[in-house]
């Protein structure tokens, strides 16, 4: 299929906004008198709220309210980003309150206030007096999980919040059929989103006394929503409105502040309030990545084939259920696509601690199960004496597979192409004969991970998308999408999918980027690297539909048969031969203005998308380590990616390069640390959090294998959230290689690195 | 009296931001001798403020609240980096640590100043912060006394009492707590005339930018031939101070280097550390550290002259 502008790496529709500044988030919108909310939240990770002395707070000059748990709806909520589940068994878990009277990890909201500025809203807090009741804090999944452990929320006395897995296959027979068994247990760390734009939200009451927040959101329609829930009010009350957004990489798709936000703007009359967190308040008290341990035994074959899987984990989820239930699950079922052996388990189980809440974030669950499994894989490969990637090519799911366990189906899958392109990139062959026998100080190695993805969440979740086209007078379009650009450039691919199907440039699209879910058309928003798929699907139907009465219009007016034409160049055109009949903007001033048959040309439309599709890649990297100190330095990295076609090669790179320098992080540098007794964060700052910088960063190089998806708009499959998965796994297995030493708890930090190596007798006794 | 320029801190503090200043007076005196009075006159309740890379984070996240903030934007002879006869280089109090970076005169002859002033926190602090500031801040990982120290750098003080000098290796009297008196200036550092043929400082750290060292060490030595006549270690986030390596020092004078000795030099350097755990790394890790790049950073010293 040839196209005009899919495919074509077009500017993107917010690049001149963005760069001049005029690009408006949510910080930037000033009301007259805006007040400032400020959080009083708690010093300890798990007790009991007694009692709460708000009146020197009161009385300071300046502040207009004060709210505790008392003053506020006390109705359990839901704050993860799903739709709405119309079956009762499969609804989020509600155990959230706007303010609590317990608080569960250090930071938990405990008492709020609203003031004239921030220093006074400041002031105030310090005036607040609490007093608490200590409870024994679950500060690890083994404190929580243990027999006397006491309950972090009484409705769930073991702490579990969800154990959901699967099993297909006969796993006991497979494994003693198989030749050997390899077992080995994998740990990953908790690391935190670190998007540009803060959280930041603020809310008012407009004339019609409806609550109005405008929020730097994933999901508007979704907050809305839980909005609703939470304050017990109808939702048609409620108007979120998301400006451009900096960035969220899922910790926006939680809904953390608006509830309480509401509240403010109710508890001082209406008057707007601003809710804004400082990076130490987004860092502890928005969301996190889970860290979950694995244990995984694989029954293998002598020459490789892997029989029999067998996959255990606790996450560890924090406070609050959020998105908990959802992820380690998710984890395992996107992972299901990658290899085929006979008989798999998978077993998770997700923990609530007395720490900040995990929910999620880029690749939800994959790249914990990915970074396990991938590395356990190259341990059986070093056992077997089998190169890596045979061991991986012998194991490959085919298009055609058919999921075990639901319908879905690969209809198109780049795996191996991908690993053949990477092993050709990084000149594999060449390089693991070179460095077969290392004993310097410094020591090279090759490595490399696979994974497999979805597009969007079905069938686990509904996939619905909506999508709306104006033709303006000019041959221009108006397009509106419920889904939320947050940076990674959905505007301008739909914008792209637009003038595909209309036959115009690009800059005849005119995306509205703002969502108000007063005006724009229904969809849940930026998550499960959906969009591109998902709302994709709807908004090329909204412009085949356009397209469909473009050409019903020029039959009236012209009598050729509709059949006969085509949109190409801004023109309304013959099909067979491109001769013009008129230009596209004579239609659309006839369709406003003709005094009979006016009839201006749009289309509203919604898309059920019960389908979903596999995104596949590997990463390939490089690494030397410094055998004397632990230092990781990472020489090459290739992620090569089979995301089905892709629609703008620039942003596509882009999401490569964010996604794959994020993955480096997650490898070598990203950890939240917490004190061990008290669980209180030691890090919770950019300056002792170390995401790397960009000069820690090698030149990722971002390629892609282009598939042709049968199922997606303009064959594509889904991207953003892929490139976080195998940089940490391909990382670490290039440091087995460099070093025989098998690291299996993420990150691989120099001192990790250094006492393993010790341990493991690379260096003697004392550190030689 | 000097009548503070502006009231400044929270009451001025615009809606919207983050972190507040507490109140303070804000003074920039345009002599020495007024602004050591100032300082001398208001005791501990005065600071001097430099580049505010230090003081203000402090001040904002409530660490120290002095009442009054003395600049010292207005002394120009705190300025310039000048060779002077004897073969010394003076270093105004002022410069800050780009100004380091890309002076002429260290590029030619220390350039290992320059290499370390590079390793400092991010661009944008290396824009103002100094190397006044860096010292007495007195931080344990501060990251231009290590090699100052090697080179046998002294800071010039002027007080209310006259001037003295001071080798810098004594400025330190605990974590955060700097030896000269409060109501002395630092104008000059001063890097004396020597015949050390090398020196070099290693910054190892988490990431390449914006981090502080889980340790840093410096080396300076004197070579001839293949004996080395000097040898100077200085250490840091290594102990509560930036301190010498006395003992390694010790070791190498007069002695033919060989790799064995370097080794032996980097085990004795890790020996004389008091290292200690912090979230940027274990007490033994660091004392590791120190080991390894001790080693490394003489063989720098020795092979590759200033680097
Ligand atoms: C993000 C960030 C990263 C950083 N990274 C590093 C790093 O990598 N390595 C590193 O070493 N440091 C680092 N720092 C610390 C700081 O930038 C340096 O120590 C800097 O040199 C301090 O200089 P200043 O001029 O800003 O000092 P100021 O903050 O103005 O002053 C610091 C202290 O010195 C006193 N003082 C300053 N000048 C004089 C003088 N002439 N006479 C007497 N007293 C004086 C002040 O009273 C104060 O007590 C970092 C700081 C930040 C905020």
Redesign the pocket.
């Known amino acids: 299929m040839s196209y005009q502008v899919i495919g074509k790496s077009v500017k993107r529709v917010d690049a001149v906004a963005k760069v001049t500044g005029k690009a408006k988030y949510t910080g930037d919108f000033v009301e007259k008198d805006m007040l400032v909310g400020k959080i009083l939240r708690s010093p300890y990770a798990h007790a009991r709220v007694k009692r709460i002395n708000t009146e020197k707070a009161r009385a300071l000059p300046g502040v207009e309210a004060v709210l505790t748990c008392a003053d506020v709806p006390h109705i359990k909520f839901a704050t993860a980003g799903h739709p709405y589940a119309l079956d009762p068994e499969h609804r989020d878990i509600e155990d959230r309150l706007i303010l609590t009277d317990k608080a569960r990890f250090v930071g938990d909201a405990v008492a709020a206030v609203v003031a004239r500025d921030e220093l006074t809203a400041a002031e105030a807090l310090k005036l607040i007096e609490v007093e608490y009741e200590e409870l024994p804090s679950l500060l690890s999944v083994e404190a929580a999980l243990a027999e006397d452990a006491p309950a972090i929320h009484e409705d769930r006395p073991d702490n579990v919040i969800a154990s959901g897995g699967y099993a297909y296959g006969d796993l006991e027979k497979s494994m003693q059929e198989s030749d050997l068994i390899f077992e080995g247990e994998y740990e990953t760390g908790i690391v935190q989103h670190c998007q540009l734009e803060n959280h930041n939200s603020y809310a008012y009451v407009d004339g019609e006394n409806r609550i109005v927040i405008v929020s730097s959101t994933q999901i508007p329609h979704i907050v809305r929503r839980v909005v609703g829930q939470a304050l017990g009010i109808p939702w048609g009350r409620i108007r979120v409105i998301k400006p451009y957004v900096g960035g969220g990489f899922g910790s926006k798709q939680d809904v953390c502040l608006e509830p309480l936000n509401a509240v403010m703007t109710l508890a001082v009359g209406g008057r707007p309030v601003r809710l804004e967190l400082t990076r130490e308040e987004c860092m502890i008290d928005t969301r996190t990545r889970h860290a979950i341990k694995y244990k995984i035994k694989t029954g293998v074959s002598r020459d490789g084939k892997i029989n029999a899987v067998h996959i255990t984990a606790i996450s560890n989820n924090g406070a609050y259920a959020s998105h908990g239930h959802a992820i380690a699950s998710s984890g395992g079922a996107k992972f299901r696509y990658l290899y085929t052996p006979q008989a798999m388990k998978y077993e998770p189980r997700t923990v609530y601690t007395n720490l900040p809440v995990a929910g999620a974030m880029r690749a939800y669950g994959c790249p914990q199960i990915f970074f396990a499994f991938e590395s356990h894989l190259d341990e059986i490969a070093r056992a077997l004496n089998m190169d890596p990637i045979a061991l991986r090519e012998k194991n490959l799911v085919q298009v055609g597979h058919k999921d075990p366990l639901s319908d879905t189906r690969v209809l198109s899958c780049g795996i191996r192409e991908c690993i053949a392109r990477g092993r050709e990139l990084i000149q594999w062959d060449r390089k693991k004969a070179l460095y077969k026998n290392q004993t310097g100080d410094r020591r090279r190695g090759l490595g490399m991970a696979c994974f497999s993805y979805q597009s969007g969440t079905f069938p686990h979740n509904l996939e619905v998308a909506g999508a709306r086209i104006v033709l303006n007078q000019d041959g221009s379009v108006q397009l509106q999408i419920g889904a939320t650009e947050i940076g990674q450039g959905s505007d301008t691919v739909f914008a792209q999918m637009v003038a595909e199907v209309l036959g115009i440039t690009v800059d005849m699209v005119h995306v509205i980027s703002t969502q108000d879910t007063d005006v724009t058309p229904f969809d849940p928003g930026a998550y499960a690297s959906r969009q591109t798929y998902v709302t994709g699907m709807a908004v090329r139907k909204a412009a085949l539909e356009v397209k469909e009465k473009i050409l019903d219009f020029v039959r009236g007016m012209t009598d050729i048969p509709a059949g006969a034409l085509d949109l190409r160049e801004g023109n309304v055109v013959y099909a067979h031969s491109g001769e013009v009949v008129m230009p596209l903007a004579e239609v659309a001033m006839q369709s406003y203005y003709d005094p009979v048959f006016s009839s201006p040309i749009t289309s509203d439309v919604s898309n059920n998308a019960r389908i979903n599709a596999m995104p596949y890649g590997a990463t390939f990297a490089e690494v030397e380590v410094d055998i004397k100190t632990g230092k990781i330095e990472v020489l090459e990295l290739f992620n090569i990616h089979d995301s089905g076609k892709i629609i703008n090669h620039q942003l596509a790179e882009g999401q490569v390069y964010g996604g794959a320098a994020m993955g480096v992080g997650y490898a070598l540098y990203e950890q939240l640390l917490f004190d061990e007794k008290t669980g209180r964060p030691l890090n919770n700052n950019l300056?002792d959090y170390k995401l790397p910088t960009i000069m820690d960063i090698p030149d990722i190089k971002a390629v892609f294998v282009e598939t042709n998806e049968p199922t997606g708009p303009f064959g594509a499959k889904a991207l953003g959230e892929p490139p976080a998965i195998t940089p940490a796994p391909a990382i670490r297995n290039a440091v087995l290689d460099a070093t025989g030493v098998a690291f299996r708890r993420l990150p691989l930090n120099p001192q990790h690195v250094f006492e393993k190596l010790k341990e493991a007798g690379l260096l003697d006794r004392d550190g030689e | 009296m000097t009548r503070p320029l502006t009231r400044c801190g929270q009451n001025e503090v615009k809606r919207g931001m983050a972190m507040y200043l507490p109140d303070f007076d804000y003074y920039a005196p345009a002599s020495l001798p007024e602004a050591c009075a100032l300082l001398a006159q208001s005791g501990p309740r005065a600071?001097?403020?430099?580049?505010?890379?230090?003081?203000?984070?402090m001040m904002k996240k409530e660490k120290i609240a002095p009442e009054i903030l003395v600049s010292?934007k207005k002394l120009h002879q705190?300025t310039g980096i000048r060779e002077t006869p004897g073969n010394k280089v003076v270093i105004g109090?002022r410069t800050t640590?780009n100004e380091l970076v890309n002076s002429p005169v260290l590029q030619k002859k220390y350039l290992s100043v320059c290499v370390a002033a590079h390793?400092?926190?991010?661009n944008q602090?290396r824009n103002?912060?100094?190397i006044?500031?860096?010292i007495?801040?007195a931080v344990p990982?501060?990251?231009?006394p290590p090699i100052l120290i090697a080179l046998g750098a002294l800071i010039k003080l002027t007080g209310t009492g006259g001037e003295r000098d001071l080798p810098l290796e004594e400025a330190f009297a605990g974590p955060g707590r700097s030896a000269?008196s409060p109501d002395?200036?630092?104008t000059a550092v001063i890097i004396p005339g020597s015949s050390l043929t090398g020196s070099t400082y290693f910054k190892f750290a988490h990431r390449r930018s914006?981090?502080?060292a889980v340790v840093g060490v410096a080396a300076a030595v004197t070579m001839e031939g293949e004996v080395c006549r000097e040898a100077r270690i200085a250490l840091g986030a290594a102990a509560p101070t930036p301190m010498r390596a006395k003992k390694a020092e010790e070791l190498l004078r007069g002695r033919v280097v060989t790799e064995e000795l370097l080794e032996e030099a980097g085990r004795c350097a890790a020996a004389e550390s008091k290292t200690r755990t912090s979230i940027r790394g274990s007490a033994d890790y660091r004392r590791d550290m120190v080991r390894v790049f001790t080693k490394r950073a003489l063989r720098k010293a020795i092979k590759d002259g200033h680097s």
């Open positions: 300056l | 600071k001097v403020l430099a580049g505010g890379t230090d003081v203000l984070p010292i705190l109090a640590h390793r400092i926190g991010n602090i103002v912060g100094t006044g500031g860096n007495v801040n990982s501060a990251d231009l000269i002395e200036i630092l914006g981090a502080l």
